[in-house]
């Protein structure tokens, strides 16, 4: 898989956008962007994904650039339930690819 | 969405012994499934690929004797951790892909921390 490059840390204050962002420069045109988060001792949860569209669902919304080498990921509403690791991974879809994390984002919403 | 069921959530068990941790599909089949292990501060590390029906793959430096995983059916995957040692103790978290689902999310589960004594 490629390798993602983001931010250790980021602050966001309750309420204003959050704006994750990932570099990921060896990316293939077959490689999909993925999103995920991880609560403190809790199990990753999936975000979002995408290919080259930018892409939005009740959770977050993905701009990918147009040459696909970085993506942000962005939480419209910040809450203080937000604050987690932000993992951003690429990875081949189809088959049974496994997914390798990186070392994540860590956001810390604060009131 | 799917949900993925590991259990227990925590054990404690004494150096030597062999601890059995399972991982579930709820609402899905999933021939295939993941199993990571964490340490505090760190981000989560694959130790291997687990198919339905065949023997697990595992990722390079991960003892096979050791992390015995075994997928007898289309929702169930159990890793079990054999003569366990203090350096053994971590949050493993098991993944499920839905055979269904054309969109290649992974849904995990919520972890099993593992205190070796």
């Known amino acids: 898989d490629a390798k993602t490059t983001q931010p250790t840390s980021m602050d966001c204050a309750e309420g204003r956008a959050a704006n994750l962002p990932c570099n990921h420069s060896?990316?293939?045109?077959?490689?999909?962007v993925y999103w995920y988060r991880q609560i403190h001792s809790q199990g990753p949860q999936y975000i979002i994904h995408?290919?080259?569209n930018n892409e939005t669902n009740e959770m977050a919304s993905l701009i990918i650039t147009e040459d696909r080498k970085s993506s942000t990921l962005i939480l419209p509403h910040a809450t203080l339930r937000d604050t987690a690791v932000y993992y951003c991974i690429v990875r081949v879809a189809g088959g049974f690819q496994k997914l390798v994390f990186g070392t994540g984002t860590r956001l810390l919403v604060s009131p | 969405g799917a949900v993925v069921s590991q259990h227990p959530s925590w054990v404690i068990c004494k150096s030597g012994t062999s601890v059995k941790i399972e991982c579930r599909s709820l609402?899905?089949?999933?021939?295939?499934m993941f199993w990571y292990r964490q340490f505090p501060k760190q981000s989560l590390m694959l130790m291997a690929t687990?198919?339905?029906?065949?023997?697990?793959?595992?990722e390079q430096g991960v003892e096979k004797d050791k992390f015995l995983i075994n997928h007898a059916s289309l929702t169930l995957s159990t890793l079990t951790v054999t003569s366990a040692n203090p350096e053994d103790s971590s949050f493993y978290i098991c993944?499920?892909?839905?055979?269904?689902?054309?969109?290649?999310?992974?849904?995990f589960g919520s972890g099993t921390q593992l205190s070796v004594l």
């Open positions: 993944s499920a892909r839905d055979d269904s689902d054309s969109n290649e999310k992974l849904f």
């Open positions: 609402d899905f089949q999933a021939t295939t």
């Open positions: 687990s198919n339905e029906g065949s023997k697990a793959t595992y």
């Open positions: 060896t990316i293939s045109g077959n490689e999909y």
């Open positions: 995408g290919l080259k």
